[in-house]
């Protein structure tokens, strides 16, 4: 079957850059390695991640850009649903 890969929606960079981090560390793993980020432009450490941070202003950039984006990914999870903002309306 198809290899895993997880994109895990997050409001803020803060959130997605520092959920990536902490993870990392308690897998005992580099930033970029298995966990990963991108927050939009080309602030991004996710080369060979399973399990991928974004904002969710980089997820619908991406999608406007690329449509089959979500191609990439086995699962996606949307994290923070509950806190209202522009993009996830």
């Known amino acids: ?11 803020r960079r803060l959130a997605a850059k520092g959920l ?4 990392a560390d308690q897998t ?17 450490k996710d080369r060979h991640a399973v399990v991928v941070y974004v904002t969710v202003g980089h997820m619908l950039e991406a999608l406007v850009h690329n449509p089959r984006h979500l191609d990439s990914f086995s699962h ?4 923070e649903v509950h806190e209202r903002f522009v993009e996830a309306d």
């Open 1 to 11: 079957g198809r290899d895993c890969r997880i994109v895990v929606t997050q409001p």
């Open 20 to 23: 990536a981090k902490r993870v």
């Open 28 to 44: 005992g793993t580099q930033v970029g390695d298995v966990i990963g980020y991108r927050v939009g432009g080309n602030d991004r």
């Open 76 to 79: 996606i999870v949307l994290d």
